[in-house]
T-cell receptor, first 113, second 113 residues
C-alpha cells in the first residue's frame, strides 16, 4: 500500500520563475493538504483540497495556488518565485470522514536561486 | 492568532524517559497531535488526543493534556537511539479533525549513550 508520493524530490529554480509540485495521496484518501517547512521551522499550512475545491487556506499569498484532480492527486503551483520560497514542501493526505490521521509524504525540496 | 511553542532541544540518556513539552493558544482546538520527523523524511503521526481527554497512553508514549494551562506533553519511556528525531506538537486550525494544522518549531531529541 503506497503512502503519499511527491515529485520531484528536489528542484532548483530561479527567482521570478514558476514551479509546479505534485502529490499522489495515500490509497483511499480523498483530502490533500500542502505545507511549507522552512529550514529549522515547523511546517506551515498552505491550503487543503477536498472534492477538487480549496476548502481551507493558511496565511499565504495568491502566488500560491493549487488544484485537485478527480483521482484525488494534487498540484501546488507557485508563481513569481522569491528567495524566501526556498523550503521543503510537504503534502499530507487524509480521509475527510475520519477527521484525523494525516499521512505525510517525504516532501519536495525547493531551492530558489 | 494561533501559536504553538516548544523548547528547541532536549537531551536525555538512553533508557531514561523523555518529556517533551508544548503550549498552545487556541482554546477551540479539538485535536492535538504529536508528530516525529527523522532527517530527510516527512512527518510521522505518533499520537493525538481529543481535547476532552486528560491523558492517552500508547505503548511507550504517554500524552498529558492540561486544558486550563493549554499545555501538552509527550513522554517517551525507555528512550532508545531510534527515538532521536525532531518532535512537533500541532493543533488543528479550526478545531476540526480534518482541518489544517498549526505546528510548533519542533523539539530536537538528542540521545546520549
Amino acid at each position: 500500500d503506497a503512502g503519499v508520493t511527491q515529485s520531484p524530490t528536489h528542484l532548483i529554480k530561479t527567482r521570478g520563475q514558476q514551479v509546479t509540485l505534485r502529490c499522489s495521496p495515500k490509497s483511499g484518501h480523498d483530502t490533500v493538504s500542502w505545507y511549507q517547512q522552512a529550514l529549522g521551522q515547523g511546517p506551515q499550512f498552505i491550503f487543503q483540497y477536498y472534492e477538487e475545491e480549496e476548502r481551507q487556506r493558511g496565511n499565504f499569498p495568491d502566488r500560491f495556488s493549487g488544484h485537485q484532480f478527480p483521482n484525488y492527486s494534487s498540484e501546488l503551483n507557485v508563481n513569481a518565485l522569491l528567495l524566501g520560497d526556498s523550503a521543503l514542501y510537504l503534502c499530507a493526505s487524509s480521509l475527510a470522514r475520519d477527521g484525523y490521521g494525516y499521512t505525510f509524504g517525504s516532501g519536495t525540496r525547493l531551492t530558489v536561486v | 492568532g494561533e501559536d504553538v511553542e516548544q523548547s528547541l532541544f532536549l537531551s536525555v540518556r538512553e533508557g531514561d524517559s523523555s518529556v517533551i513539552n508544548c503550549t498552545y493558544t487556541d482554546s477551540s482546538s479539538t485535536y492535538l497531535y504529536w508528530y516525529k520527523q527523522e532527517p530527510g523524511a516527512g512527518l510521522q503521526l505518533l499520537t493525538y488526543i481529543f481535547s476532552n481527554m486528560d491523558m492517552k497512553q500508547d505503548q511507550r508514549l504517554t500524552v498529558l493534556l492540561n486544558k486550563k494551562d493549554k499545555h501538552l506533553s509527550l513522554r517517551i519511556a525507555d528512550t532508545q537511539t531510534g527515538d532521536s528525531a525532531i518532535y512537533f506538537c500541532a493543533e488543528s486550525l479550526s478545531g476540526g479533525g480534518a482541518d489544517g494544522l498549526t505546528f510548533g518549531k519542533g523539539t530536537h531529541l538528542i540521545i546520549q549513550p
